[in-house]
């Protein structure tokens, strides 16, 4: 009776047992999680193996005129827009000359 860990506190049988199931539920709920995680991960590893997926190719360069700072770029399938302040500029995606200039209002 002069436990110094009970602190007062009485455990009764029942609820004692009623403890180590919930404990068991407890430890049992995280081994579940930690294996879903582990699967999750390793289907994301087994479906998505390659990351280097194929890219456009891209002209080795695009002849902005004088003074243009491009702030975007966006290629479509034959053609290379440029975003540039208040304009954006469209080039062949082959030869990569500019081909039309539209303005944005």
Do not use: C, H, Y
Request: glycine residues 10%; negative net charge; without cysteine.
């Amino acid at each position: 009776m002069d436990d110094p860990t009970n602190k007062g506190f009485e455990i009764d049988p029942k609820e004692a047992a009623g403890l180590t199931l919930l404990r068991r539920l407890v430890t049992g709920l995280l081994g579940v999680m930690i294996v879903g995680f582990l699967v999750l991960i390793g289907l994301l590893v087994t479906r998505f193996p390659d990351f280097d997926a194929p890219t456009p190719d891209w002209p080795d360069t695009l002849a902005l005129p004088d003074g243009v700072e491009p702030e975007a770029v966006t290629r479509g399938s034959d053609w290379i827009a440029v975003v540039a302040g208040d304009e954006i500029l469209i080039f062949d995606a082959e030869t990569g000359t500019l081909q039309q200039r539209i303005s944005v209002d």
